[in-house]
């Protein structure tokens, strides 16, 4: 379930934030729709950046959602870098 997607507080692209409703652990696509994006990057629900997300030749960014948990990606539009 999506349950945020926002553009970030720092400006740098758009937070979206994923919550397990199902108690199964799982890998979660996220496809451009409202934001088009190029990279991505894990983020804390604080928005802290972590590591890259690889970026599919059709725009999906993967996500591994825990059973019962929450995740976060950051995602750049094309006019930005990712360099925080």
Same mark, same amino acid.
């Given at each position: 379930?999506?349950?945020?997607? %926002?553009? *970030?507080?720092?400006?740098?692209?758009?937070?979206? %934030?994923?919550?397990?409703?199902?108690?199964? #652990?799982? /890998?979660?696509?996220?496809? +451009?729709?409202?934001? #088009?994006?190029?990279?991505?990057?894990? /983020?804390?629900?604080?928005?802290?950046?972590?590591? +890259?997300?690889?970026?599919?030749?059709?725009?999906? #960014?993967?996500?591994?959602? +825990? *059973?019962?948990?929450?995740?976060? *990606?950051?995602?750049?539009? +094309?006019?930005?870098?990712?360099?925080?």
């Amino acid at each position: 379930m999506v349950v945020g997607a %926002k553009p *970030a507080d720092d400006g740098e692209g758009a937070i979206v %934030k994923l919550l397990d409703v199902t108690g199964l #652990a799982h /890998t979660v696509g996220i496809w +451009p729709a409202a934001y #088009a994006f190029k990279l991505a990057r894990h /983020t804390t629900l604080v928005e802290q950046n972590g590591d +890259p997300i690889a970026v599919s030749g059709d725009s999906r #960014a993967s996500v591994d959602l +825990p *059973a019962w948990g929450v995740a976060a *990606a950051r995602l750049f539009t +094309p006019a930005e870098g990712g360099s925080s």
